[in-house]
Nanobody
Framework: QVRLAESGGGLVQAGGSLRLSCTFS????????MGWFRQAPGKDRELVAS????????YYTDSVKGRFTISRDNAKSTVVLQMNSLEPEDTAVYYC??????????????WGQGTQVTVSS
């Protein structure tokens, strides 16, 4: 059973930085694509950034390009989202998610509990 545990959310002023971390357990982390999603009040959940299992490639939604960086450490079974130049529009609950990498058609089925990020203006 895959388990995901996020940490690192909090309150920050606009222009500041936060680092979200997600710890993966229960299966072989290196075989999973990892994603960070967010959901703001009254809005749909959106994919913010993702990183593939092999070869490693990354994706960012347009609104965070140049400000957020996703990375993974297979030895520590962790994925990190470094968020810089934060804006009030980044305020949301952020979720870590995983899907099995070797199956191209797989979907994100494993989710963390979420961590709140609040950016004040």
């Amino acid at each position: 059973q895959v388990r995901l545990a996020e940490s690192g959310g909090g309150l920050v002023q606009a222009g500041g930085s936060l680092r979200l971390s997600c710890t993966f357990s229960g299966r072989s982390f290196s075989s999973f694509d990892m994603g960070w999603f967010r959901q703001a009040p009254g809005k749909d959940r959106e994919l913010v950034a993702s990183i593939t299992w092999s070869p490693i490639s990354t994706y960012y939604t347009d609104s965070v390009k140049g400000r957020f960086t996703i990375s993974r450490d297979n030895a520590k079974s962790t994925v990190v989202l470094q968020m810089n130049s934060l804006e009030p529009e980044d305020t949301a609950v952020y979720y870590c998610a995983a899907k099995y990498g070797p199956v191209v058609s797989s979907v994100y089925v494993f989710w963390g509990q979420g961590t709140q990020v609040t950016v004040s203006s």
